[in-house]
Structure formats: structure tokens, C-alpha cells
């Protein structure tokens, strides 16, 4: 039943006359940053990307004034949510649309803050759901190359991978690029007027504090209070750790170092179980095997004095924080110079609790549509391409994308304190300092790994055989066909 809109005397609004809408797909990109994400809430006061673009086309007269108030009256619908602060240099929303200005796109971009830009509006078939439709999703991942060094000498990461070497020395590749790197700046430190002795002292200490940092909230302490030692032992710390700071700034990656981490996200790509990689996902759920597509990492890339690169992931679909772990764990491996094919071990049904990396440095890149495109151009309809867009979005995401991730990196050392704290990290242990057997750890990976995948591999043998033993014999042969299909 149509209800009329009133004016602010309470009095009915006339109609407006009925304008011919029509199916769309709209591709769009934004910022994410100052907005509690992408869908819109039930709460009017939190801003949101789909609240703005939706009045922005209201305005622009694009939507009916009837239809302005519900997002639902036009069949509203996104093909990728977005979290909070997190960007989007393309994706798409399908809905109901009036059309028929030529300038209808042009309108509604001067009505939008320049943080989220209308890239193409294009007619689709009446059934079109962007969801529904969607056959794969395209991240971007950025990353800057320091994070892919070796762990600093004598921290508890370093001082593990000593250990294991020990224990399994074909597990471990040579670094001796990493080892020279590490010299230099230890010469550096030296340089600056800092003994081994000082450097010797605090490097348990220091350890610990970058532990303290990541878990808990530091209270600041007056420093008028402080003993004359604590404050020199801290300035010290604060030296060393800007020397360092900078010595990863001005790093760039070797071609074996980069060819290495290649190797490593191509140990994603194809249909695996990835229920080590999201929470909450037992290994035998269905729904934990996802089919990578591509992916892609790209030659580095200095900006304002630091070094990056690029990863992009193609996807049929993510879980949460997949991506993240997905990176997490490939940057940890040539960290610690493992071999690449470590990677397929994460696929098994050994549970491995793996760090995610800063969100940061994570985009949606773009939805594809590829099997929706074959549809749409049988029917006459141009498909829903972004690569139309290049240039616009390249230039978007430098100005409104990458240079708030780089100037934030820059600004809080966000990869500088994540990777130094996976370092430090100490794991679960007891007031005596000795690990807790049942406790998880992010290094699960190298404690103990093999004696975890045999132990699983053993249970899961002695319940396949108490298995067989309950069955009655003539069962058996059912089973086996079972299985096998």
C-alpha cells in the first residue's frame, strides 16, 4: 500500500511524475577511512559509503523521492561488504535507477565526497543480483619488503630457529643475505657511539618490552619520578630502535628474496582447506575449501623512501581473515627461510594457529562477473568490466588509497611493531617460564610440528580402525564404496 510522503507541516506531497527505472550495475570505488563501512545501518547518525552514494543519487534525481527512504524499495544490493576503514577501488551495487540523463554519473560524483568516485552505470538484465552474481573477488595486499627480513639476532624468534636448525638442518635454507643485513646494522648501532656491552644488556629487555607493547596498554609513567638509569636505558632503547627503524626504510629486496615469496603465494593458488587459515572452522566443515584462482605479486615499488609490493589475490571467495593469514604466514616463511612447499602442510588437519597480518594493507581490488558476462552479452548487454576504468582507478587509488596506507605505515610504524612483536613473542608459558603443553601458540609451525602432524595422523588412524572394528562384516564393502565416491 503506498503511503505519501508529508512535508514538515504534516501536509501529503504530491506525486512526483513516474520516470522509467531501469536494472543497473553500478561500479564504483572508495576510501574507506572515516566510515564504519560499506552497508548501511540501522542507525541514521553512522556514516557510512552506502548512505552517502544513496543520497548523493537521490539528490541527483537517480532515485524517486518515494524510493529515497528505503534502500530495499529499489532493490538495493552490494556485491562485496567492506569492514570499517577499509577500502575498495572497485566494486559494484545493483539496484533500481532512473537513467535517462546522459550526465546522471557526472551529477551524482559532484554530489559525493571525493573519497568515493561513480566509475560506470550500465544496464543489466531485470534478475541481476551483484551477491548472487559475483564469481570471484580480487584483493590487493600491500606490503612493505622489510617485513620479509629475517627475525633480529638473539630475539626469542631468532634464537628458536637456532634451536631448530640444530634439530633439522635440511628444514632450513641459507640466508646469508639476511645475516649480512643484520651485520650492517649492527654496525650502524656500534657507529652511533653504542657498545656491544649496552647493545648486550637490553637485548632481553627489549624483547619483552615489544611483547608488553602489543598485549597490553603501556602506563605512562612521570617521568620526573624515574630513576636517572631507567631514563638512559630507555633513551637507549630509543636510539637503537631508530637506527634499526631506518635501516628497514632504506631496504630493498634482493630478486631471490622476491622470488622466494612468489614461490610461497603460489603454494595458495588451487582448491585447498584453509580452516587453519579463518576461525572457528574444524577441519572436516565443507565450507573451509576455497579455490584460489591467481595470485600475484608484483616487482617493488619505492614511495617516500620505503619499499613495497603488491600481492594480489583472485578468489572464488574468502573467509574471515584469510587473506591476512594467507600473508601473515607466506611473509613468515621466507622470514625463516623455509622451503615453500611448507605451505601445503597448513592444508591438513593439523590445527596450526597463525598470526594475521595488519589489515592496513588490505583492498578489495575488484568483483568479477565472468560467468554473469556471458549472460548479460548474449542479451545484448556490455558486460560489467573494470579494466574500462584503469586509469581513473589507478589514479583514485594512489591519491585516496595508497598514500593514506603509506602515510599511516610512515606515521605509526604499524609492520614495524607487527613483525617485531611476532619476534619477541614468547608463547604460552608458566610462572617457572616453561611452556604450557595445551596452550596455542603462533609458532605451532615449528614447535614440535612433525611430532603434532604424526600424533594427528596416529588418531586419526586408531579412530578409523576402532571404526572398522564396530562394523558388522557384511557393512564393509558399502563403506568402501562410500568412500570412494
Avoid at 554519473?105 to 552505470?121: F, M, S, V
Avoid at 637503537?240 to 610461497?264: A, D, G
Avoid at 627461510?337 to 611448507?342: D, V
Avoid at 603509506?406 to 619476534?423: M, R, T
Wanted: glycine residues 6%; contains cysteine; neutral net charge.
Amino acid at each position: 500500500e503506498y503511503t505519501p510522503l508529508v512535508d514538515e507541516n504534516g501536509q501529503p506531497i504530491p506525486k512526483a511524475p513516474r520516470k522509467p527505472k531501469r536494472k543497473v550495475a553500478v561500479m564504483l570505488g572508495y576510501c574507506g577511512t572515516g566510515y564504519n563501512g560499506m552497508q548501511v545501518q540501522n542507525d541514521p547518525n553512522v556514516k557510512t559509503i552506502e548512505k552517502d552514494i544513496y543520497d548523493a543519487m537521490a539528490t541527483a534525481g537517480a532515485i524517486s523521492a518515494e524510493n529515497a527512504v528505503d534502500l530495499k524499495k529499489s532493490g538495493f544490493q552490494r556485491a562485496a561488504r567492506t569492514d570499517k576503514g577499509v577500502h575498495a577501488a572497485g566494486n559494484v551495487i545493483s539496484l533500481k535507477m532512473i537513467i535517462e540523463d546522459p550526465e546522471i554519473i557526472n551529477k551524482i560524483n559532484d554530489l559525493l565526497p571525493k573519497q568515493i568516485r561513480i566509475w560506470g552505470i550500465q544496464r543489466t538484465t531485470k534478475g541481476f543480483d551483484c551477491r548472487k552474481c559475483c564469481s570471484s573477488r580480487i584483493y590487493e595486499y600491500l606490503l612493505p619488503t622489510f617485513s620479509l627480513l629475517p627475525p633480529k639476532p638473539k630475539s626469542v624468534l631468532s634464537e628458536l630457529v637456532k634451536e631448530k636448525k640444530l634439530e633439522n638442518p635440511d628444514l632450513f635454507e641459507d640466508d646469508q643475505e639476511g645475516i649480512d643485513w643484520w651485520e650492517n646494522v649492527k654496525s650502524k648501532i656500534l657507529a652511533s657511539g653504542i657498545t656491544q656491552e649496552q647493545i648486550d644488556s637490553i637485548t632481553s629487555s627489549y624483547d619483552e618490552q615489544q611483547q608488553q607493547q602489543q598485549q597490553q596498554q603501556q602506563q605512562q609513567a612521570d617521568e620526573e619520578e624515574r630513576d636517572v638509569s631507567e631514563l638512559s636505558f630507555t633513551k637507549l632503547i630509543k636510539q637503537i630502535k631508530t637506527i634499526e627503524n631506518q635501516s628497514r626504510r632504506s631496504y630493498r629486496i634482493s630478486s631471490s628474496r622476491l622470488q622466494h615469496f612468489r614461490e610461497v603465494m603460489k603454494q595458495y593458488e588451487g582448491t585447498h582447506n584453509f580452516h587453519n587459515f579463518t576461525v572457528g572452522k574444524p577441519f572436516k566443515d565443507t565450507s573451509a575449501n576455497r579455490f584460489m584462482i591467481k595470485t600475484i605479486v608484483s616487482d617493488p615499488f619505492v614511495i617516500e623512501g620505503t619499499e613495497w609490493i603488491s600481492i594480489k589475490i583472485h578468489g572464488q571467495s574468502f573467509m574471515l581473515h584469510q587473506i591476512r593469514k594467507m600473508i601473515a604466514m607466506a611473509a613468515l616463511v621466507v622470514r625463516l627461510s623455509l622451503p615453500c612447499g611448507i605451505i601445503n602442510n597448513f592444508f591438513q588437519s593439523t590445527k596450526i594457529n597463525i598470526p594475521k597480518a595488519p589489515a592496513l594493507g588490505l583492498l578489495l581490488e575488484n568483483p568479477v562477473f565472468d560467468g554473469y558476462n556471458i549472460k548479460l552479452t548474449k542479451s545484448d548487454y556490455e558486460p560489467i568490466d573494470f579494466t574500462k576504468f584503469d586509469k581513473e582507478m589507478n589514479e583514485f587509488k594512489m591519491k585516496y588509497i595508497y598514500d593514506k596506507i603509506y602515510a599511516e605505515e610512515s606515521k605509526e610504524n604499524i609492520f614495524y611493531g607487527f613483525f617485531g612483536y611476532i619476534d619477541a613473542y614468547r608463547g604460552n608459558k608458566n610462572e617457572d617460564g616453561e611452556p604450557i603443553q595445551n596452550g596455542a601458540s603462533i609458532f605451532d609451525f615449528l614447535f614440535n610440528y612433525t611430532e603434532r602432524v604424526e600424533n594427528t595422523k596416529n588418531k586419526d588412524a586408531k579412530n578409523t580402525s576402532k571404526t572398522e572394528e564396530s562394523k558388522p562384516e557384511e557393512s564393509k564393502p558399502e563403506e568402501s564404496k562410500s568412500e570412494q565416491s
